[in-house]
């Protein structure tokens, strides 16, 4: 055993670290649900398996519940958007600073104290006892089923793309990919790899929660937090030093996270482009081109300028039969980015005996831009007689004002969609403006172009899509990156404007607040002293992961230039460019093991939520009342499984639009349950009618702005009463309603109000 | 929601039997006010300051950093975080009130597990 260890760390330093890593954690997590079930033996079956039998302590209970609130989307999406966005994402995160006093302190001792008064072991169970009211039971129960079933599914998919996302570069990861059946594969729309990462974690999360129950997702989410910690304490002092020795200071008289600021300010975002690549020399077989590829005209002028660097965005192919690929890529603009990637991509093309070679006979040799022609209705040719040919010029005024002339590169739109009063999208290159001799010549040859086709002189060109940024491109948008509202991609008004940072600020701390799944950990802590401890910790720990999260990928910024091209994996990048540079590449699976740990203890305390609705809400509660403890646990059991696997099955072909419903779900559920709850737990003259009004208030208001989003045609994207989330009009909708509600309808019972509000003073 | 506590006398009576506003529903509600004050005030602070020093920059290349971070972000997050800390901190151990929680049905059983223990 101990002559294994040497191999072992050998191994994980030969970049297959992730992987080791990623089985450790396994196994680990196995261990746990194993210790989990025993003690399930001997006491209360339901309270334990759902509710940890009220008896969590400060560590357990403070980070399972910061663990379960951080979600993959803390060590995914946000590092992420900081990378995208730059420092205005300390403001967008910024109510974090009480968001640990607002979730377990608003409601904590009073949800906990009803809790244990009667005996309620879910949140269905708390709103049904507290107002005696069998349908306000059911109707909080099919909510939760609602929401938490597409959140479950959503939810899912992340974790099976994180992994994917962690795993993609690894060699063994690969070939275990390669050796899927089809037959498997084909249960699904969505690559291979997906599936394989897919059944891995959903199979991995549905065995340890159905086995070990609460106190496996408790103590999973215990050594998740630690991870997730220890990752960003050991990435923070790294980042700052390879960022600030990454720069040239020029004249430049700071230094450290100063230094990289200064850098930051001079960031202009990059352009968004399709790039035609070809081989410079022939190839004997089709080459592969990775996301993230590193692309240059390699000295053929495009636009007169040699010195253009690109970066792809997906993986593409360029095929031996035809010997050229169209690829999505990204251009670095900003100068000071230019040196860096140009550096990349040296590095990239080194590699004599990889794919390195392959990739250094890769040249970009046309730029394309998308846009449409527009065709008059009562045009005099029929569309698809016209003479569209590659190369035939088009002179347009841009938004600027100034006339520029291009090429038609080719037609997007299918032939059988080219009509008249329809626009066709095309792609366009050799954008000129109207100034030189070139343009002179280009001009003569359209003057040709329009004698020997007159009607052509009609077309005009629309919607240029020239791939600069929405917000943070122009000239008096610059220093985007170290301001508000930060640069963005299609939104002119930047990522965060005003209106959306008060929302942000309402959304994690308010909304927080109302997640049922926060509000079932509030019952399961042991005293009050657990509690304040508790508060405290988390205060602290959320501290100790935000703002650095912010710093380390600001840094990001300028140790990895050119990440926009695939940001969803700038954590795991980071944390191996970080370690490598050191010389511990080993370390780096421990720091990306953090996003999957994030991920997976919000999948298991979902899981756990929907199985319970389903059996103590619904099975015990109104069917079987009698049912005797062996039943109960069978059936726990059942459904747990059932449920994991159902999601599992869901999330093999994914809805659309996923991404959006992680969203809807998260504001609909604090928009539907905050109100009911704090009327319950404070207002003695609350009753069930004005409870059941504002949860469905605030769920329809919440509803509502979705669908008044979908009818002005905007998808899934809701409609935002003065630029503000849902979530405040829903929230403030059901406070208002339930309020009324309740007034115009009778008080609740005299007992009922003495049983939660009174207690009865000795003689 | 106070007017209508008070429609509830503090001391009911009940044939014969006395009752009392139970103090962990006093003492929960009494906290949540201040922590909901405690947010609002973070609110306040946080949102108008980066607005009025973060938005709008004429020239972010000579703007100002606080350990080398922007001065807007350091002042108008870093700077409230910390002191939301200090005010956590201080209202977990000074403010807020050790309560009894009550036993649940399916505790009881521990609660006479841990006594024959001891």
Partial sequence: MLNSIPKLIAQAQSGNAVLITFLIYIIAVFIIAGLSNKLLQNRNFLSEYFLGSRGLGVWAFALTLAATSSSGGSFMGFPSKIYSHGWVLALWIGSYMVVPICVMGLLGKRINQVARTSGAITIPDVLRDRFNNVSFGLISVGLIIFFMTFNLVAQFKAGSEILRTLLGPIDAFNSMVEAVPDWFTSMSTQSSDYMFCLVVFGIAVIVYTTYGGFHAVVWTDVMQGIVMVVGVVIMLPLAIYQASDAIDPGESTKTGMALVTEEMSEMVPPRYLTLVLSAIEPIEEDISIPPGTWVSSDGFPLYGDPERIFRTTKRYVLEKATGFAVVEAIEIVSENDKARSWDAFELQNSDDAGIGNQLANLRVNRVLNTASIEIPEDYPVDVKDLNLSPGTLLPFEGKDGVSRIAMLYSLITPPKDRVAGKPIDVYLFQILYTEGTVLENELAVYENQIQEQPHMADLKVSDLDEGFYAYGAAEDERGAYVTAPGPHRSETSGFLPLSLAVSFFFMWAISGTGQPSNMVRLMAFKDTITLRRSIFTVAIYYTLIYIPLVVIFCCARVILPGMEAEADRIMPQMAVTLTSNIGMGWLAGLLIAAPFAAVMSTVDSFLLMISSALVRDIYQRNMNPEATEAKVKKLSYIFTLIVGLGALLGAMNPPEFLQDIIVYTGSGLAAAFLAPVVFALYWPRANHQGCIAAMLGGFLTHLAMYCVGFLNGDGFTPYRLMGTDPIIVGLLSSFVIGFIATIKTPPPADSIVKKYFYRKVEA | ?118
């Fill in chain 2, 1 to 118: 929601m106070d007017a209508d506590v008070d429609q509830i006398p503090t001391e009911a009576v009940d044939a014969g039997q006395q009752y009392e506003l139970d103090p962990t529903f006093v003492n929960s509600r009494r906290e949540a006010i201040v922590i909901f004050f405690s947010w609002f005030v973070a609110l306040c602070w946080t949102i108008p300051y980066c607005y009025y020093n973060g938005y709008n920059i004429a020239d972010p290349a000579d703007m100002p950093t606080t350990f080398g971070i922007p001065s807007w972000i350091v002042w108008g997050v870093a700077a409230p975080w910390l002191a939301a800390d200090l005010f956590t901190t201080w209202f977990c151990f000074r403010f807020m009130k050790d309560d009894e929680l009550g036993v649940a049905g399916d505790e009881e059983h521990l609660q006479q597990e841990q006594e024959g223990e001891v």
